[in-house]
């Protein structure tokens, strides 16, 4: 049985370690530059706009996490959730929370008339690609992600800077 609720600022340790566990197992060990302080700040800061949820199991341990934002569907003119990390820990695997994590955000998005919650997943992961076609999800073929980051955004970034202050 899973236990859904909403992170606080005592889980902040856990979700850390959880985000540094989940980049182990995507091959990026070293990738994570969050902080303790970082983490607090935006889900607890005084104007979160990352939000957290948390899966217990019934002896109130935690097995795993959710941290999601709004995004908006110009299309559709309404919010939906974006769910950038979705994990669960390794021995917690198979009892249902992720699903559980899931299904809480798809009673969200509902519940506020949201138009969709969306993710991405790395090619190679068959285990979490099956897991999501099995909850009735489905990939959006046609689409890439890019990602503008590191020197490449500081370069583009201050070459916009001094073309607006000239």
Do not use: C
Not at 54 to 65: D, I, L, S, T, Y
Not at 87 to 116: C, S
Not at 134 to 151: E, H, I, K, V
């Amino acid at each position: 049985m899973s236990v859904i609720r909403p992170a606080t600022a005592q889980d902040v340790p856990a979700i850390l370690q959880m985000i540094r566990e989940l980049a182990v197992y995507e091959k990026e060990p070293d990738a994570v530059r969050n902080t303790p302080e970082r983490l607090a700040g935006a889900l607890f800061g005084d104007n979160p706009r990352v939000f957290a949820t948390m899966a217990e199991n019934a002896a109130g341990v935690v097995q795993g996490f959710a941290l999601w934002f709004l995004n908006y569907s110009t299309w559709e003119g309404t919010h939906g959730i974006y769910l950038e990390d979705l994990y669960v820990t390794p021995d917690a695997r198979g009892e249902g929370h992720g699903k559980a994590l899931l299904q809480h955000l798809a009673a969200a998005a509902v519940e506020n008339g949201y138009a969709r919650v969306e993710w991405s997943v790395l090619d190679w992961n068959e285990p979490s690609i099956n897991f999501y076609r099995n909850l009735g999800a489905s990939p959006m073929d046609g689409w890439t992600t890019f990602r503008l980051t590191g020197s490449a955004l500081e370069d583009f970034g201050s070459n916009a800077r001094a073309a607006l202050h000239g």
